[in-house]
T-cell receptor
Framework: KAGVTQTPRYLIKTRGQQVTLSCSPISGHRSVSWYQQTPGQGLQFLFEYFSETQRNKGNFPGRFSGRQFSNSRSEMNVSTLELGDSALYLC????????????????FGAGSRLTVL | SQKIEQNSEALNIQEGKTATLTCNYTNYSPAYLQWYRQDPGRGPVFLLLIRENEKEKRKERLKVTFDTTLKQSLFHITASQPADSATYLCALDSSGGSYIPTFGRGTSLIVHP
């Protein structure tokens, strides 16, 4: 089956602009999580969506937002870009079942590499 | 505060040797620990999962141990190959039942032919 697809793969923006990244999960997966990866901080959790609802949220400012559509596809948006937002943004999908059903094993996309100038 | 620590220095080994990577954690009581592999410019790929009540898990040339007393997991690759060169990340399910994996920063493994 097809993997997790992220678009665009690369983009360059300037400070103050906004950006929207897209993620198509594996068919049948209802949970989509977003992570930011930088050399200094590693993988940092942004938020998770399940059935169009934000279910978990990391410790990022309100400039970072997301949404999930009825077909489980997800978008994340970053407004008023700062230089420090330059990173690899990773989307991961999973079945999203409750903890009692087992561990949350993630399937990641290839990421969207954002450079802010 | 909660911490997941992986050796930030790259591990260099010769082809055919066993690579051992370490993941230490503090202030966690994880139910699961996962290991992922990440190649440059790509997303992490799931390798192995071990539960808190399991001491060891194997998959082909991979072996993971989990010591909840020491708060440590070891990840072994036997008969390593240059193709095993990558960054390896450990991830713990978060405390409080949110089951969102929290990742270590990863250790780079370089296998020399």
């Amino acid at each position: 089956k097809a993997g997790v697809t992220q678009t665009p793969r690369y983009l360059i923006k300037t400070r103050g602009q906004q950006v929207t990244l897209s993620c198509s999960p594996i068919s049948g997966h209802r949970s989509v999580s977003w992570y930011q990866q930088t050399p200094g901080q590693g993988l940092q959790f942004l938020f998770e969506y399940f059935s169009e609802t934000q279910r978990n949220k990391g410790n990022f400012p309100g400039r970072f937002s997301g949404r999930q559509f009825s077909n489980s596809r997800s978008e994340m948006n970053v407004s008023t870009l700062e230089l420090g937002d330059s990173a690899l943004y990773l989307c991961a999908s999973s079945s999203g079942q409750p903890p009692s059903s087992g561990a949350n094993v993630l399937t990641f996309g290839a990421g969207s590499r954002l450079t802010v100038l | 505060s909660q911490k997941i620590e992986q050796n930030s220095e790259a591990l260099n080994i010769q082809e055919g040797k066993t690579a051992t990577l370490t993941c230490n954690y503090t202030n966690y009581s994880p139910a699961y620990l996962q290991w992922y592999r990440q190649d440059p410019g790509r997303g992490p790929v799931f390798l192995l999962l071990i539960r808190e009540n399991e001491k060891e898990k194997r998959k082909e040339r991979l072996k993971v141990t989990f010591d909840t007393t020491l708060k440590q997991s070891l990840f072994h690759i036997t008969a390593s190959q240059p193709a095993d060169s990558a960054t390896y990340l450990c991830a713990l399910d978060s405390s409080g039942g949110s089951y969102i994996p929290t990742f270590g920063r990863g250790t780079s493994l370089i296998v020399h032919p």
